[in-house]
């Protein structure tokens, strides 16, 4: 069977301001890997060969030219896109924003790709780890043509599996009914309170989640056809929300739409991995030990590029 070319986006525009630095490039593993490179191998692979990053500036020449050396030497291709709180948005609001300190999330990180994706994708953080089970599960689906312009993927995880314990996170609570996205929602204050409880935090309410709800990590498998529900409601949500300094532009709440308006059916995969992350400075220790019982049980090398 010809293999369908599928690329891997890297959400690595986040400014990291509760880890307190540049968590994307914060080398953890035992060669001074970064997070983002276990998913670069892993992508490899399933046959994946077409890299896009999305960058901040603070991201150096260096950096690129060392992500740029790994991808060209085993055979890739690799783009790097900058995230501006300025880019893609309209000349005539840039008065209005010249105090925002950080782009406008997940959603338009995407956006700003939109020229450089011709073929179904995989978005993915730059600070989490996903598992090779679910780059394997995204890639057949692809392979599979289950990725189409009203039909497109995720990859899930177990809530429990997903859980900082150094404080708060954000997720997309998902609902699934046939194997399908039925809704997904997100909740930014969700944590273990003293009892060990999985709960989240909204309007001064707490209210329980069950540790096996599914979880949306921002793994999803796309097709360009989103490119155009991003650019309306990216609009939409700039009239709304240009002068919030901190307001998001979701890239699940797009998705979540589409769904909604019945143009799309999202098929959810769930990986029964446990997800880890860098959402705290504390959360390195932990980031670090895992990797090193990965490679105890051989599921990577040592030195992940000799």
Same mark, same amino acid.
């Given at each position: 069977?010809?293999?369908?070319?599928?690329?891997? *986006? !890297?959400? /690595?525009?986040?400014?990291?301001? +509760?880890?307190?630095?540049? #968590?994307?490039?914060?080398?953890?593993?035992?060669? =001074?890997?970064?997070?983002?490179?276990?998913?670069?191998?892993?992508?490899?692979?399933?046959?994946?060969?077409?890299?896009?990053?999305?960058?901040?500036?603070?991201?150096?020449?260096?950096?690129?030219?060392?992500?740029?050396?790994?991808?060209?030497?085993?055979?890739?291709?690799?783009?790097?896109?900058?995230?501006?709180?300025?880019?893609?948005?309209?000349?005539?609001?840039?008065?209005?924003?010249?105090?925002?300190?950080?782009?406008?999330?997940?959603?338009?990180?995407?956006?700003?790709?939109?020229?450089?994706?011709?073929?179904?994708?995989? *978005? !993915?953080? /730059?600070?989490?780890?996903?598992? +090779?089970?679910?780059?394997? #599960?995204?890639?057949?689906?692809?392979?599979?043509? =289950?990725?189409?312009?009203?039909?497109?993927?995720?990859?899930?995880?177990?809530?429990?599996?997903?859980?900082?314990?150094?404080?708060?996170?954000?997720?997309?609570?998902?609902?699934?009914?046939?194997?399908?996205?039925?809704?997904?929602?997100?909740?930014?204050?969700?944590?273990?309170?003293?009892?060990?409880?999985?709960?989240?935090?909204?309007?001064?309410?707490?209210?329980?989640?069950?540790?096996?709800?599914?979880?949306?990590?921002?793994?999803?498998?796309?097709?360009?056809?989103?490119?155009?529900?991003?650019?309306?409601?990216?609009?939409?949500?700039?009239?709304?929300?240009?002068?919030?300094?901190?307001?998001?532009?979701?890239?699940?709440?797009?998705?979540?739409?589409?769904? =909604?308006?019945?143009?799309?059916?999202?098929?959810?995969?769930?990986?029964?991995?446990?997800?880890?992350?860098?959402?705290?400075?504390?959360?390195?220790?932990?980031?670090?030990?895992?990797?090193?019982?990965?490679?105890?049980?051989?599921?990577?090398?040592?030195?992940?590029?000799?």
């Amino acid at each position: 069977m010809e293999y369908k070319a599928l690329s891997l *986006v !890297i959400l /690595a525009g986040g400014m990291g301001s +509760r880890y307190k630095g540049q #968590k994307q490039i914060d080398p953890i593993g035992p060669s =001074k890997e970064t997070l983002m490179e276990y998913s670069i191998y892993d992508a490899f692979s399933c046959g994946i060969k077409h890299f896009v990053f999305i960058i901040n500036e603070h991201l150096n020449n260096d950096t690129k030219k060392y992500f740029q050396n790994i991808i060209e030497s085993k055979g890739g291709s690799v783009e790097f896109v900058l995230q501006t709180t300025y880019t893609a948005v309209p000349r005539s609001i840039y008065d209005t924003i010249e105090q925002r300190e950080k782009p406008w999330g997940t959603g338009h990180a995407l956006l700003i790709t939109k020229n450089h994706l011709n073929n179904p994708f995989i *978005v !993915i953080n /730059a600070d989490d780890f996903y598992g +090779r089970k679910a780059f394997e #599960k995204a890639s057949e689906l692809v392979q599979q043509d =289950k990725i189409t312009a009203n039909s497109y993927g995720m990859v899930a995880y177990k809530l429990a599996n997903t859980i900082s314990e150094n404080g708060s996170v954000s997720r997309g609570v998902c609902t699934v009914e046939n194997g399908l996205l039925a809704n997904v929602v997100e909740r930014t204050n969700i944590f273990s309170n003293e009892e060990g409880e999985i709960v989240f935090e909204e309007d001064e309410n707490v209210s329980p989640l069950d540790g096996e709800t599914p979880v949306s990590m921002n793994f999803f498998v796309l097709h360009p056809s989103i490119f155009r529900n991003l650019e309306d409601e990216f609009g939409e949500f700039l009239k709304e929300n240009a002068s919030q300094l901190k307001a998001e532009f979701f890239l699940p709440k797009v998705v979540n739409d589409m769904i =909604k308006e019945d143009q799309l059916e999202v098929i959810v995969k769930q990986s029964d991995d446990n997800w880890f992350g860098m959402t705290y400075p504390e959360d390195r220790e932990v980031v670090v030990n895992s990797i090193q019982n990965l490679i105890k049980d051989q599921k990577y090398p040592n030195a992940l590029w000799k």
